[in-house]
């Protein structure tokens, strides 16, 4: 006799946060469904929510072969794709499952964005992961996912436990109700042999395991840990709006919350009106045009209600988010860092922070004291340097090729008594200094591990440095790194944190390599500092 095959189904599980009740309209958009339907299921509270889906005619491009000849009425199909939400109240906590499409009827806004995750850490085998999803505070705000198609340890997927914030995983289940695998982000998605009867115990599980600490494997996770404190939240919300109303954009930026296709989409908008500019990719600067051509004001408030979409080739939103999820910030209140990264508010483990800047004192002093910062651009201020020292030798904009992911690179801005390497940056943001510092590293490690490196840069290098031998290698503790970041802020302790991260990195690195190594501030003139930021001067308000 024949066995029939069981049938696995694909559940996507999301927690609503605590404030939702039992109410499903907090979390269900009610006028996307159609009437719902009372479902009984043993020891659960139950209604099924169906997805209206209006018929839709063809594709636009299906009119290339249409207009040409006359074709069946039903050869191309249509785009009609089912979809249902499932909402199941337990312990007064309200589960939603959703199914095919079905995730769109989900208010985002109202479902615990680390549900999903949390439980699979604490179920999963940290040394049988397949696929990591993560994002870092280096010089580019990276969204990645590392795959492997062989059973791996969290650090085999090339994770940075200081640098990289998780928030997806797959990974092979220790929890056997789960079945075979997990994976984890907003929801937690199982494939599963079950019926309706057996639901409850899936979700009786998945609440024990969001409540339960993170394994010694992944407390790193919990260096950056999420807020949830509804006065705290308002205040932080009113601490950013501060920063708006200041036009201070030095510490945040927008990006996609998360990974996209970029092979499907054009671009972004944020209507989708006709004549809309669509934008190649995502800017703090347009949006803030964008807000400023409508005549709205720059607020934590107006970035909830204002959506971003990624068009296809028919400027279509295939996707879409609220600016406030797209905006990436990080906000200091008393003594505590704080960061907004997808919608949510995060704050730094104090510990974290206490060890950062513990390393930070490392640096050794500087007392050179740089000219007073006063140019449009940075190389006319290293011009004006190198004329005022006969000590300090160009080297700005002398580019040398190096190959791999960098074709080529400065090798410093300033050398000063042929052993000191300058690099001089202007702060603007925290994206250019975390740049500064990896290409500070970079140039410093070409140096001497790169013969080839050597003989391309001694061509540029000034007659008082060139080397003897650029098959030999240099002795490093025979030069000092400089990094000279013109601001008026205390460096490096009021850098933003991540970037405080990054320099430590470069920091520990060129120390390993047994480079001398410095951090000094240029003082820069107020007028100038004015002129950058593109608005009237006003005193301080006092803290």
């Known amino acids: 006799m024949r066995k029939t095959k069981t049938r696995k189904e694909k559940l996507s599980i999301y927690l609503a946060k605590p404030g939702v009740g039992s109410d499903a309209s907090k979390v269900i958009n009610l006028e996307n469904s159609k009437p719902p339907i009372e479902m009984e299921v043993q020891g659960l509270e139950t209604t099924l929510y169906v997805k209206k889906e209006p018929p839709k005619p063809p594709p636009p491009w299906t009119r290339l072969f249409t207009e040409h000849q006359e074709l069946p009425d039903d050869l191309f199909g249509s785009r009609r794709a089912v979809g249902a939400a499932f909402v199941a109240n337990l312990k007064d906590k309200l589960f939603i499952l959703t199914f095919g499409t079905g995730f769109h009827l989900v208010k985002n806004e109202a479902i615990e964005r680390d549900f999903g995750l949390r439980v699979t850490l604490n179920s999963v085998d940290p040394d049988k992961l397949r696929s990591l999803d993560k994002a870092n505070y280096d010089h580019n705000p990276l969204n990645s996912r590392t795959q492997s198609s062989i059973d791996l340890g969290v650090f085999d997927l090339d994770v940075d436990s200081e640098m990289d914030m998780l928030y997806a995983v797959t990974g092979a289940s220790r929890v056997p109700v789960f079945g075979s695998h997990v994976t984890g982000r907003d929801a937690l998605t199982l494939v599963l042999d079950i019926n309706l009867k057996e639901l409850k115990d899936v979700l009786l599980e998945a609440l024990n395991k969001y409540e339960e600490d993170l394994p010694k494997e992944f407390e790193w996770v919990e260096n950056i840990q999420r807020v949830k404190d509804k006065e705290l939240l308002e205040v932080l919300d009113l601490e950013l709006d501060d920063v708006l109303s200041k036009s201070e954009f030095q510490k945040m930026w927008i990006g996609e919350p998360e990974i996209v296709d970029w092979e499907n989409q054009i671009g972004y908008s944020f209507d989708l009106y006709q004549k809309?500019?669509?934008?190649?990719?995502?800017?703090?600067?347009?949006?803030?045009?964008?807000?400023?051509n409508k005549g709205i004001s720059l607020t934590t408030e107006n970035l909830k209600l204002q959506t971003v979409h990624i068009n296809d080739?028919?400027?279509?939103?295939?996707?879409?988010?609220?600016?406030?999820?797209?905006?990436?910030?990080?906000?200091?209140?008393?003594?505590?860092?704080?960061?907004?990264?997808?919608?949510?508010?995060?704050?730094?483990?104090?510990?974290?922070?206490?060890?950062?800047?513990?390393?930070?004192?490392?640096?050794?002093?500087?007392?050179?004291e740089f000219p007073v910062y006063s140019h449009d651009r940075e190389e006319d201020y290293n011009d004006f340097v190198t004329g005022k020292h006969d000590n300090i030798e160009l080297m700005d904009k002398k580019f040398v090729k190096i190959g791999g992911p960098y074709d080529k690179l400065e090798f410093c801005d300033l050398i000063r008594d042929s052993s000191e390497l300058i690099h001089v940056k202007y702060y603007r943001s925290s994206s250019t200094l975390s740049h500064l510092f990896s290409q500070g590293f970079v140039a410093s490690e070409a140096f001497i591990s790169d013969s080839g490196f050597r003989k391309r840069l001694n061509e540029k290098l000034p007659d008082s440095t060139k080397l003897k031998c650029t098959d030999s290698r240099p002795d490093p503790s025979s030069y000092r790194i400089v990094y000279a970041i013109a601001t008026n802020k205390s460096v490096p302790k009021e850098l933003p944190f991540f970037s405080k991260v990054t320099l430590k990195n470069a920091l520990k690195t060129l120390k390993t390599l047994n480079y001398k190594v410095s951090v000094t501030a240029i003082k820069v003139d107020p007028l100038l500092e004015v002129k950058k930021k593109g608005k009237p001067a006003k005193k301080k308000k006092l803290t």
């Open 276 to 292: 809309t500019p669509r934008h190649v990719v995502l800017k703090i600067e347009d949006l803030v045009q964008y807000f400023k």
């Open 313 to 368: 080739n028919e400027y279509n939103s295939i996707k879409k988010w609220s600016a406030y999820r797209c905006l990436y910030a990080e906000v200091s209140a008393g003594k505590e860092q704080y960061i907004l990264r997808n919608g949510q508010w995060y704050i730094v483990n104090s510990n974290f922070v206490e060890y950062i800047d513990k390393y930070l004192e490392g640096f050794d002093p500087y007392n050179f």
